[in-house]
């Protein structure tokens, strides 16, 4: 009986609460529309923020190597961003008049706190749109000498404002995700001070993680594009840039992507550390089968990057003497992949449980939890930085009297590097928790510290190398270049997954602990709905990309005849 | 025997005895690696092998296409079964086997069964930052086991000792595996305490939490639990839980989690 009373009052509460709370939107409800505006918004606005790093990187190489090609590069994909920017500005505006119509109680609840970071958001948002304008339309008046750095100049500026502008909406969600300790349910949003609202637990860590995550998107996006054009490529010359393009993109994508780990490590550890209900949501209860999605879907990358290698060096003359490593290197990719997505709680018939006694493996176990899962993914890592490595090396013949030395101190550093992480990941075993935690620092480290020795090393063992023949651009078989679909496509996917799983651990309430969600989609969504739900936005971003993909190249027809034939230079190689 | 030869060097068909290998190990061979060790074994299940086998197919597609040659050589049998005029008979067979093979398949998958369908499950569920305990207010944030720091250590292993014994014992055995008389007549199992993934990962104001509330305070997330777990706070005092979870870290020789220096700090 008094759970009944208790029903009946908590359903008149809601009742209440939701008075006026919540829009109606037909067939797909508020939540889905809110998704999926702000899905596409974002993954625009990730583009907008990626491809102007990406950009502006490659303008300076052109500029400080003389080389032009590095410019043109630079400019065809500032071409991208005009059309992106106004793709990211409608759905933004679509985003805003959802939540205003849909959820105005919640939108009310964050306007009275963030209202004057919205007006500096606004206000910024034109300073960047004029400032991407000067620098695209600026391209060819101001090409050389001092100008030219001064159109430099705006690129940064590009990138700074792009920058800021994340940082400001990045207050808002993370707001959202944990808002600052003394805002409770009963604080009035006036009295909640702005700064203290943006300075939130999440705040920094999820700054720093979206702006290498840009990075890798905006490499991978543009990889892709570079695919596009050389599949559809009319001539020698046209695929060999587009072939190069896509070697650039695949790059940049890859080299930024090895860092993201790291990155996503700190905030998940804040987040853990703002609120452990949060945290174990989020790790070992029900958000926990994204993170096998997600460690699939990263192996799909790995896979596809070292593939994308792997295929190129057929057009590098030299390159014929590391094709027998490339089978081992890719048998550790596969078990360690095959180690990061094992399951901990398997998925099993009632007979299959009976004789495992229990949801765990006796032997598959181990391999479940983190300290396996740390060490894979650590070893994934290292390989395909050694991937680079021989493809960089590839066409070259050091000619310094230590090259020998140097090649044996480089192999040291990868065993050790591999041996720190090994011994790491099996002590992890033998530990508590609470120090067994710590060891991915260790195995992070011996990882980051391999990576920059052994780049530093090869800077100057290859400096003035012979060269064994020049890369063969466009001598890239087409199947390669699916491998920078794969590699963009799964990127998208990920990070709505990630997204989901972020946002989704805040459960029914808009802000945690503070705004309870009084809606009928209260609920978290199942996985399966929410990967349909993600999947149709990645399907809407990237249709829309292809039409801005198609617009570039209408745009380039209707202004010059042909893309810029590629001057193939010696040694184009990694970190040039 | 020189035909033999050739065809374990033709790349099609090491890609498909490396998958049969790689099937076999999956499928029977890890099982056989706990024996070594002198540790209990089960059957890999099928969801596992499935994954692991799209993994290894996926390694074996990158093999055979990362070198031009070997790729063209790997094509070289599919394209002749399904061109070549000598080959009718068998492409025949492939054009009716393949499409029947999907069929069952998908049959097989869709059709009605008796038992359960299969679900996901999430193990460990995301505790509260507080409970009420018979009307006291318990703080588990930063909560350590209050038994540690009071009284004999030997005298309470003793006590959580009996009470296991008297009331947990018929789930999770003698060994703490799980394995209890009644084990076998809830589905999931109860845990395994032996297990590293279960209270080895755990702070004890977790395990106090768990034992607390039982199956029916589960969190609403994640549901349905399927937990048969009793709420202990009806049956045992605040003090004999913690005993207990005492004699769990003794007699599996894991040690419970602790607290980070500063954790909570952020909380509201």
């Given at each position: 009986m008094t759970d009944v009373v208790g029903l009946l009052q908590a359903a008149a509460q809601a009742a209440a609460d939701t008075a006026g709370g919540y829009g109606h939107f037909p067939g797909i409800g508020a939540r889905g529309a809110v998704w999926i505006a702000a899905e596409v918004h974002l993954m625009f606005a990730a583009f907008v923020l990626g491809v102007p790093m990406f950009a502006v990187i490659c303008e300076l190489i052109g500029i400080v190597g003389k080389d032009e090609k590095y410019d043109k590069?630079?400019?065809?994909?500032?071409?991208?961003?005009?059309?992106?920017?106004?793709?990211?500005?409608?759905?933004?505006?679509?985003?805003?008049?959802?939540?205003?119509?849909?959820?105005?109680?919640?939108?009310?609840?964050?306007?009275?706190?963030?209202?004057?970071?919205?007006?500096?958001?606004?206000?910024?948002?034109?300073?960047?749109?004029?400032?991407?304008?000067?620098?695209?339309?600026?391209?060819?008046?101001?090409?050389?000498?001092?100008?030219?750095?001064?159109?430099?100049?705006?690129?940064?500026?590009?990138?700074?404002?792009?920058?800021?502008?994340?940082?400001?909406?990045?207050?808002?969600?993370?707001?959202?995700?944990?808002?600052?300790?003394?805002?409770?349910?009963?604080?009035?949003?006036?009295?909640?001070?702005?700064?203290?609202?943006?300075?939130?637990?999440?705040?920094?860590?999820?700054?720093?993680?979206?702006?290498?995550?840009?990075?890798?998107?905006?490499?991978?996006?543009?990889?892709?594009?570079?695919?596009?054009?050389?599949?559809?490529?009319?001539?020698p010359e046209e695929r060999a840039h587009y072939d190069w393009m896509g070697y650039v993109g695949n790059f940049i994508a890859i080299s930024t992507f090895i860092v993201l780990p790291f990155a996503g490590y700190w905030l998940g550890r804040e987040i853990y550390e703002y609120n452990q209900q949060m945290g174990i949501t989020m790790m070992g209860g029900f958000m926990s089968w994204l993170w096998i999605v997600q460690a699939v879907l990263i192996g799909v990358l790995f896979l596809a990057a070292n593939y994308y290698l792997w295929t190129g060096m057929g057009r590098i003359p030299g390159a014929e003497r590391f094709a027998p490593y490339t089978k081992w290197m890719l048998l550790v990719l596969v078990i360690c992949w095959i180690v990061w997505a094992t399951p901990h709680t398997i998925i099993a018939t009632r007979e299959e449980l009976a004789a495992m006694g229990g949801s765990h493996h006796p032997f598959l176990n181990?391999?479940?939890?983190?300290?396996?899962?740390?060490?894979?993914?650590?070893?994934?890592?290292?390989?395909?930085?050694?991937?680079?490595?021989?493809?960089?090396?590839?066409?070259?013949?050091?000619?310094?009297?230590?090259?020998?030395?140097?090649?044996?101190?480089?192999?040291?550093?990868?065993?050790?590097?591999?041996?720190?992480?090994?011994?790491?990941?099996?002590?992890?075993?033998?530990?508590?928790?609470?120090?067994?935690?710590?060891?991915?620092?260790?195995?992070?480290?011996?990882?980051?510290?391999c990576i920059i020795g052994v780049s530093i090393i090869d800077v100057f063992l290859v400096r003035g190398a012979e060269s064994r023949g020049e890369i063969r651009w466009g001598m890239m078989p087409a199947r390669s270049q699916y491998a920078l679909f794969i590699l963009a496509v799964t990127f998208t996917w990920l990070m709505g997954l990630m997204g989901f799983a972020r946002s989704g651990i805040r459960q029914h309430w808009h802000v945690y602990e503070v705004m309870r969600d009084t809606s009928a989609d209260a609920a978290t969504p199942a996985l399966g709905e929410a990967a349909n739900m993600i999947s149709l936005c990645v399907l809407i971003f990237l249709g829309l990309v292809a039409f801005i993909f198609w617009l570039g190249g209408l745009a380039e027809r209707a202004g010059h005849k042909a893309p810029v034939a590629l001057a193939v230079p010696p040694q184009p190689a990694a970190g040039d | 025997m020189s035909r033999v030869g050739a065809w374990v060097r033709h790349p099609f068909w090491q890609a498909v005895l490396l998958l049969i290998l790689a099937y076999l190990l999956f499928k029977f061979g890890i099982a056989l690696l706990p024996p070594l060790l002198g540790m209990h074994s089960a059957p890999v299940p099928t969801?596992?092998?499935?994954?692991?086998?799209?993994?290894?197919?996926?390694?074996?597609?990158?093999?055979?296409?990362?070198?031009?040659?070997?790729?063209?050589?790997?094509?070289?049998?599919?394209?002749?079964?399904?061109?070549?005029?000598?080959?009718?008979?068998?492409?025949?067979?492939?054009?009716?086997?393949?499409?029947?093979?999907?069929?069952?398949?998908?049959?097989?998958?869709?059709?009605?069964?008796?038992?359960?369908?299969?679900?996901?499950?999430?193990?460990?569920?995301?505790?509260?930052?507080?409970?009420?305990?018979?009307?006291?207010?318990?703080?588990?944030?930063?909560?350590?086991?209050?038994?540690?720091?009071?009284?004999?250590?030997?005298?309470?292993?003793?006590?959580?000792?009996?009470?296991?014994?008297?009331?947990?014992?018929?789930?999770?055995?003698?060994?703490?595996?799980?394995?209890?008389h009644f084990a076998h007549g809830f589905s999931p199992t109860p845990l395994s305490f032996a297990d590293q993934g279960t209270i080895a990962q755990l702070t004890e104001s977790f395990v106090f939490w768990r034992v607390a509330k039982g199956g029916p305070g589960l969190p609403r997330e994640g549901a349905p639990w399927s937990s048969a777990m009793p709420v202990w706070e009806d049956y045992l005092t605040e003090d004999e839980i913690w005993a207990v979870i005492i004699y769990l870290y003794e007699q599996s020789g894991w040690k419970p989690r602790t607290w980070e220096e500063s954790t909570g700090g952020g909380e509201h």
């Open positions: 590069l630079s400019k065809e994909f500032t071409r991208l961003l005009v059309f992106a920017y106004s793709a990211t500005a409608l759905w933004g505006g679509l985003l805003l008049f959802f939540l205003t119509t849909l959820y105005p109680r919640f939108w009310t609840h964050m306007a009275t706190i963030f209202s004057r970071s919205m007006w500096v958001y606004a206000g910024l948002f034109f300073i960047e749109s004029f400032t991407l304008y000067l620098y695209y339309y600026g391209w060819d008046r101001w090409k050389v000498g001092r100008a030219k750095w001064g159109h430099w100049g705006l690129g940064l500026l590009l990138n700074v404002w792009g920058t800021i502008v994340m940082f400001i909406a990045n207050s808002w969600l993370t707001y959202m995700m944990s808002p600052p300790s003394g805002v409770t349910a009963e604080t009035l949003p006036a009295e909640v001070g702005l700064w203290n609202a943006i300075a939130n637990a999440t705040w920094m860590p999820i700054n720093i993680h979206r702006l290498i995550g840009n990075a890798v998107f905006g490499g991978a996006i543009c990889g892709a594009y570079a695919a596009f054009r050389f599949l559809a490529a009319k001539t181990v391999l479940g939890v983190m300290s396996a899962k740390n060490t894979a993914v650590n070893l994934m890592i290292l390989t395909t930085f050694l991937s680079f490595l021989i493809y960089r090396r590839a066409n070259r013949r050091p000619t310094v009297a230590w090259a020998r030395t140097a090649t044996i101190i480089q192999t040291a550093m990868f065993a050790i590097a591999a041996g720190v992480v090994l011994f790491y990941g099996v002590y992890g075993y033998f530990v508590e928790a609470i120090v067994r935690i710590g060891f991915s620092v260790y195995q992070v480290l011996a990882v980051l510290a | 969801s596992v092998v499935v994954q692991y086998m799209l993994i290894a197919l996926v390694g074996v597609l990158i093999h055979v296409s990362s070198d031009e040659t070997r790729w063209r050589r790997f094509k070289e049998p599919i394209h002749d079964t399904m061109v070549d005029a000598d080959k009718r008979w068998v492409r025949l067979a492939v054009l009716i086997l393949v499409p029947l093979l999907i069929g069952w398949v998908t049959y097989d998958q869709t059709r009605p069964k008796v038992e359960a369908p299969i679900t996901l499950r999430s193990i460990h569920p995301a505790p509260p930052s507080q409970i009420t305990f018979r009307g006291k207010t318990i703080q588990l944030t930063g909560l350590e086991n209050p038994l540690r720091h009071r009284g004999s250590l030997t005298e309470h292993i003793e006590t959580g000792k009996r009470i296991y014994y008297q009331n947990c014992l018929a789930c999770h055995g003698d060994r703490l595996d799980g394995q209890g």
